[in-house]
């Protein structure tokens, strides 16, 4: 079965500390991946999305990065991290024409 | 580019009431449409999808039709519960390299 595997789930973190999320993917393989940010109450805002081993592309230029070591993992990075960083991130996979498959989410205070 | 605009929120009812969320969408080619939900403190779920003109998705008493003429993928429930209180995402996605998102609409359902 697909499945989607997306930690820490909560994560606190002090002003400039770096950051490394992880997520993998099982069950299919060439997947478009994607991480999400999301502030309280509102839309996703899309930070990254990857086509392939190796391609990122960024949505909106920040403080983090992203990379894609292998073709089911997708990490999402930070060397020194902000107040701004705070949120809710979400890591998805999909495939052209089909559904996105969304991992459980971290939420990550930064004090 | 794809884009997805849904109606803005938040939307507040009664139990029992009748919920229509608008969904209006603009892309290249024929996107398949979807609509999430996400419930607090998760990550978003596949809800329903269609993947060509005239389809209708439902599940769990939610129902959207697929409307290639108007550029609509409307979702409706005839009488809502308070269980259904969550955030509602309409996207799409075709073969271009990501998925696309609507900015997501808060429904409350009061008892």
């Known amino acids: 079965s697909q499945t989607i595997h997306q930690w820490p789930a909560t994560l606190v973190q002090p002003v400039g500390s770096p950051l490394s999320l992880e997520c993998t993917v099982e069950?299919?393989?060439?997947?478009?991946l994607y991480w999400y940010r999301q502030a309280a109450g509102r839309g996703l805002q899309l930070l990254f999305y990857?086509?392939?081993?190796?391609?990122i592309s960024s949505e909106v230029p920040q403080n983090l990065s992203a990379s894609r070591p292998q073709d089911r993992q997708f990490i999402l990075s930070s060397k020194k991290l902000l107040l701004s960083d705070s949120g809710f991130y979400l890591c998805?996979?999909?495939?052209?024409?089909?559904?996105?498959?969304f991992g459980q989410g971290t939420r990550l205070t930064v004090v | 580019g794809n884009s997805v605009t849904q109606m803005e929120g938040p939307v507040t009812l009664s139990e029992e009431a009748f919920l229509t969320i608008n969904c209006t969408y603009t892309?290249?080619?024929?996107?398949?449409l979807f609509w999430y939900v996400q419930y607090p403190g998760e990550g978003l779920q596949l809800l329903l999808k269609?993947?060509?003109?005239?389809d209708k998705g439902s599940n769990k008493g939610f129902e959207a039709t697929y409307r290639k003429e108007t550029t609509s993928f409307h979702l409706e429930k005839g009488s809502v519960q308070v269980s259904d209180s969550a955030v509602y995402f309409c996207?799409?996605?075709?073969?271009?390299?990501?998925?696309?998102f609507g900015d997501g609409t808060t429904l409350t359902v009061k008892p």
């Open positions: 998805a996979w999909s495939v052209p024409y089909d559904e996105a498959f």
């Open positions: 269609a993947t060509k003109a005239d």
């Open positions: 996207a799409l996605d075709t073969n271009a390299g990501k998925s696309t």
């Open positions: 069950g299919t393989s060439n997947p478009n």
């Open positions: 990857s086509v392939g081993i190796g391609q």
């Open positions: 892309a290249t080619g024929y996107p398949s």
